[in-house]
């Protein structure tokens, strides 16, 4: 059993940036594909990025392409959400989620089943 854990959440100005963190513990994350995902209130969550084991296949939401770039460091055991020009409606809890590929199949798109979860972080951009 993988346990996830979101770190790097907080409060800042429209068109600044924030670093979220997913690490793991419990198994080698090198073997997860992981998908970083967001539920403002009132609306469904919803998934922002994704990536599989290996980092080569990555997912992003229209709504964060190109602001948003999700990587990952095995040896470190951890996925990062790096978030750029941030906006107000970017405001969220983000959870990472992690689902176990160790044959290297997963790709992370929006139907992608996600067994392991974060508790969250809060993101809150002011305007």
């Known amino acids: 059993q993988v346990q996830l854990v979101e770190s790097g959440g907080g409060l800042v100005q429209a068109g600044g940036s924030l670093q979220l963190s997913c690490t793991a513990s419990g198994r080698t994350f090198s073997s997860y594909a992981v998908g970083w995902f967001r539920q403002a209130p009132g609306k469904e969550r919803e998934i922002v990025a994704g990536?599989?084991?290996?980092?080569?296949?990555?997912y992003y939401a229209g709504s964060v392409k190109g602001r948003f770039t999700i990587s990952r460091d095995n040896a470190k055991n951890t996925v990062y959400l790096q978030m750029n020009s941030l906006k107000p409606e970017d405001t969220a809890v983000y959870y990472c989620?992690?689902?176990?590929?160790?044959?290297?199949?997963?790709?992370?798109?929006?139907?992608?089943?996600?067994?392991?979860w974060g508790q969250g972080t809060q993101v809150t951009v002011s305007a």
């Open positions: 989620a992690a689902v176990r590929d160790p044959l290297g199949m997963v790709i992370v798109t929006t139907t992608t089943r996600f067994p392991h």
């Open positions: 990536t599989s084991w290996s980092g080569a296949t990555t």
